[in-house]
């Protein structure tokens, strides 16, 4: 039995399916998506989206496959579009049922007609193969599919043109057709001897996009038909559909290549399972013996940052570390004059070259220092030196910080830009690039001193101790006790952003306990959701409770308030350290957090970000490489830390009682549980003055302009801001109690 369940009488409520989106993927960059009730609701959905060449573009090739079943002369529509503000044809009042795993299967009920239909994307071939299989028939059925087609950039829209060629080439078992000569054949095959292919070219005028319309863009299409396939199926027959860009053979190798790929799939029995395959969509292997990672689809191509981020997650928590190198290796041999290239160089994002080392790090977990020195050891060294002698604006600095000072870019992870300029102007020393640059020397000198690279290790070793004394001086702000979330002219930053908590998470941090403790502290009462971390602490008066609206308002909602995944693992991470085992109710707790999503949204996977209050709205790509890398990593982390059962089936009931008690302790004292923190931090900047109200409720309106209307919002002046309730308890408990619940759990493990 699956974890993917879905409930059967809401599948003719588009409000309900049309929310829920399936993706698979071909490991070489193409890729399937559509809503699971097979009707395009953005640009980017396609049957076969795939690229045909060797750049990282693709293109929509096959738009859409309409099903119409005949009997008795009457026909029925089993197909869904949206035109201009009308569903037509409503073949989702057919569908009966819905199932993702081991493919996304569809089953229509039509009178005495019971059909289903089985997609399946073929791994390793630019393929897509749909299995139509009649369960129940009373009288003579025929079958007719129309194929739909675009030939587009999958960030572009079709118009009707005279361009465009409607011809079809017969082949064995179908035709060939495409649009344009600039692209490859496109082979449309049925394995049923007798299917009919009748050429009936046209262009069909406005399907909408309404998430591209609500996002802000161009959201009408028109796309072009060459004719419909027509066979006459019988009771308990299969037929099996094939679109390719290289022929098939024959009817029998239709059948077998279905059989086999179909054998070969995984089922997603539970969130584990389905977190591994979203996992290996991510990783592509390309022609020239490249292996790349797509950010996210269905709109993203690599982008260096979050390769290097999402690895360690989508890969070695399965134990594929080839995989892994594979990817560092085509990052290294791009390398030219000492610096990483492309979307993982400097001058694209400053902090990407330095994410190499924490996956070096994680990946040496898997196969040993010695080899990551001897395979990377001269790269890291080029990077370091890259940044010493530095590039653009960014660069070392004689305080042994890296400032990155490029006038009008956004460098840092925040890299949003609207009206040619930042949205978050993080010039100047950024927190977590400095945090990441001190982890990443640290890291290089213990390879190179355990190695005999003492060349290396004498030019390097006194700058980790000047590094860390002045990212303390700058970064630290004392009298709230966390840090700045960046430095320039005009001093420390003091805005509440997660970006701090990389600095608690990595191997080699500047920070000590005490440090950690309250940078955490003030992360989980501020940015921690179920979900992950907000951009920014809804007592921010720049706060943004959602990500809505067109291009220029999500941009800036992204940044100021939407909750991201990624930055997760860093609090867990960092609570690991500083709770140990005691964390492991709360990790859990976290990871079950997103039980719920893979039902949602992007099926079976996690997306790109949320928004920032409740009910935490999924956004964005409905499946993130470094969303579904941290949610892994959580577990990963869990793992290590053992289970709750696990560590209680040695003690005796005394010491399980005692040790339950403790970790209640630790959790409450250094980490407290983050439900009670969030009712508090969740709504922020909102909070409800009604008598007998909760916090955030009934209070939350919107003006003429769509603006968020609420009770004035606490700012953050220059000053810091006022404390919670929750905070100013927590620093009048005495730290001896947390040192003291700390120690018991260490003995009562001892015993």
Request: aromatic fraction near 10%.
């Amino acid at each position: 039995m699956s974890v993917l369940t879905f409930d059967k009488s809401e599948l003719s409520n588009l409000e309900y399916a049309l929310q829920r989106e399936m993706l698979a993927t071909d490991r070489r960059g193409g890729y399937m998506s559509t809503t699971i009730v097979c009707c395009n609701t953005r640009k980017y959905h396609g049957l076969m989206v795939a690229p045909i060449d060797d750049s990282d573009r693709s293109y929509v090739l096959l738009s859409s496959l309409d099903e119409t079943v005949v009997q008795h002369d009457q026909s029925f529509n089993l197909a869904l579009h949206r035109f201009k503000g009308v569903y037509e044809p409503r073949g989702h009042k057919y569908i009966t049922d819905f199932e993702y795993t081991p493919t996304p299967t569809i089953t229509y009920r039509v009178g005495g007609v019971i059909l289903r239909k089985e997609l399946l994307w073929i791994h390793k071939r630019t393929q897509l193969m749909i299995r139509y299989t009649l369960l129940d028939a009373h009288s003579e059925t025929t079958l007719r599919l129309r194929p739909f087609f675009a030939f587009r950039d999958k960030h572009a829209l079709s118009h009707a043109n005279m361009e465009a060629d409607g011809r079809s080439w017969p082949v064995p078992g179908g035709v060939r057709c495409r649009l344009y000569r600039t692209f490859p054949w496109l082979y449309l095959q049925i394995d049923k001897d007798g299917a009919e292919f009748v050429p009936a070219p046209d262009w069909w005028y406005g399907f909408e996009y309404p998430e591209e319309l609500r996002r802000g863009y161009e959201g009408y299409e028109d796309l072009l038909t060459t004719g419909y396939f027509e066979t006459t199926i019988r009771k308990g027959e299969s037929i099996v559909f094939s679109a390719s860009v290289a022929p098939m053979d024959s009817p029998g190798a239709i059948r077998e290549a279905f059989d086999a790929s179909i054998a070969r799939r995984t089922h997603k029995i539970d969130f584990l399972s389905c977190m591994h395959h979203s996992a290996r969509q991510f990783v592509i292997r390309r022609s020239g013996d490249r292996t790349e990672v797509i950010a996210g689809y269905p709109w993203f191509g690599e982008i260096g940052r979050q390769t290097l981020v999402a690895l360690p997650g989508i890969t070695l928590e399965q134990g594929h570390k080839e995989d892994c190198m594979d990817a560092l290796d085509t990052i290294v041999r791009g390398m030219r004059d000492g610096m990483f290239t492309g979307t993982f160089s400097m001058q694209e994002a400053a902090d990407a070259p330095l994410w190499f080392f924490w996956t070096l790090q994680r990946l040496a977990e898997e196969v040993g220092e010695e080899t990551i020195w001897r395979r990377y050891g001269e790269a890291m060294k080029q990077v370091l030196a890259a940044y010493r002698r530095g590039v653009e604006g960014i660069g070392l600095q004689a305080d042994g910080l890296i400032r990155t000072a490029v006038p009008g870019r956004a460098l840092t992870w925040m890299d949003m830009m609207v009206d040619g300029a930042p949205v978050v102007p993080r010039s100047g020393y950024a927190v977590e690039i400095n945090a990441l640059w001190y982890n990443a020397v640290c890291y290089a000198l213990r390879l190179a001193e355990r190695f005999g690279d003492e060349a290396f290790a004498a030019g390097w070793r006194e700058l980790p101790e000047r590094t860390r004394r002045s990212f303390l001086d700058k970064f630290w702000i004392e009298d709230e006790r966390y840090l700045a979330d960046y430095v320039d002219e005009q001093g420390a930053n003091r805005f509440i952003r997660p970006n701090m908590i990389v600095a608690c998470g990595l191997d080699f941090t500047m920070l000590d306990e005490q440090h950690r403790a309250d940078v955490v502290r003030t992360v989980r009462q501020h940015l921690l959701t179920p979900k992950g971390l907000r951009s920014l602490s809804p007592r921010n008066p720049l706060y943004e409770s959602r990500v809505e609206g067109g291009p220029r308002a999500r941009e800036i909602e992204s940044m100021n308030g939407a909750v991201w995944v990624w930055p997760l693992w860093f609090y867990v991470k960092a609570a690991f350290d500083l709770g140990g085992r005691s964390f492991l109710v709360e990790a859990e707790e976290i990871l079950a957090g997103f039980d719920e999503d893979i039902q949602t949204y992007g099926i079976g996977s996690v997306n790109e970000l949320y928004d920032a209050d409740p009910p935490f709205t999924p956004r964005g790509a409905i499946s993130q490489a470094w969303s579904v890398g941290a949610v892994l990593g959580i577990h990963w982390l869990i793992e290590r830390y053992g289970s709750l059962a696990e560590n209680r089936a040695s003690l005796t009931d005394t010491q399980a009682a005692n040790l339950a008690a403790d970790m209640k302790a630790v959790a409450d004292e250094l980490l407290p549980h983050a439900a009670a923190a969030q009712s508090d931090a969740a709504v922020g900047g909102n909070r409800s003055v009604l008598p007998g109200k909760p916090i955030g409720a009934g209070v939350e309106t919107k003006n003429g302009a769509g603006k968020r209307v609420g009770a004035p919002k606490k700012a953050e002046s220059a000053a810091g801001q006022e404390p919670c309730a929750c905070a100013r308890a927590a620093a009048k408990r005495p730290a001896a109690r947390h040192a003291e619940a700390r120690r018991r759990v260490k003995t009562i493990k001892k015993q």
